[in-house]
């Protein structure tokens, strides 16, 4: 008979990735600790979830605004035609992350999104001149594809990455209190 049911397992393994998601950085005893498990089945669960893939990797989160960077973010909707094996390939390698780096903007999130829309990307970038060359380099590049692009500045970013923006009190401003 199994140690732990599958139930048991997953519920454990819940438990080590929301850790992981307040802070990638925690040390594996910190994690054991928080969740009450030993340091080495804190050790398995993460190599055991790297392996499968159910972890991807870890980042850090940074205040983009005190680097001279806002956030943008850009709404792209699909067209009837279907996609060429070029557009393919190109939106697979990821080519377009490098253009957007060659002028001073660099992609954050990229999502295939089911809705109004069909594709939308984060990117941080100076200012909206930067950005504009961003939506316009997806309008050149996917022009046979797309039939709408939109461009939105966030204003203040509460919560990135599941982590919440440590000046949050300076959201009050903005919502005018």
């Given amino acids: 008979m199994p140690k732990n049911s599958q139930k048991q397992i997953d519920i454990d393994e819940m438990k080590v990735i929301d850790e992981l998601k307040t802070n990638a950085n925690k040390s594996i005893n910190n994690i054991a600790k928080e969740c009450g498990f030993?340091?080495?089945?804190?050790?398995?669960?993460?190599?055991?979830?790297?392996?499968?893939?159910?972890?991807?990797?870890y980042s850090t989160v940074v205040d983009e605004?005190?680097?001279?960077?806002?956030?943008?973010?850009?709404?792209?909707?699909?067209?009837?035609?279907?996609a060429t094996a070029e557009a393919v390939e190109n939106i697979t390698s990821r080519e377009v992350d490098e253009e957007i780096r060659k002028i001073?903007?660099?992609?954050?999130?990229?999502?295939?999104?089911?809705?109004p829309y069909d594709w939308l990307i984060i990117f941080t970038a100076p200012d909206i001149f930067q950005a504009k060359k961003v939506s316009e380099l997806f309008k050149a590049r996917y022009h046979k594809l797309l039939t709408e692009v939109h461009l939105l500045e966030t204003i203040f970013p509460a919560k990135i990455s599941g982590i919440v923006n440590p000046d949050i009190n300076n959201l009050k401003s903005f919502?005018?209190?």
């Avoid at 680097?67 to 973010?73: E, R, T, V």
């Avoid at 001073?104 to 809705?115: A, F, K, P, R």
Wanted: with cysteine; net charge positive; proline share 2%.
């Fill in 38 to 57: 030993s340091r080495q089945k804190v050790w398995r669960i993460i190599k055991k979830l790297e392996k499968n893939n159910t972890i991807w990797g």
């Fill in 65 to 82: 605004e005190k680097h001279g960077l806002n956030y943008f973010i850009l709404l792209l909707k699909r067209g009837a035609s279907p």
């Fill in 104 to 115: 001073d903007c660099e992609m954050i999130t990229s999502l295939y999104i089911h809705g």
């Fill in 175 to 177: 919502l005018g209190e």
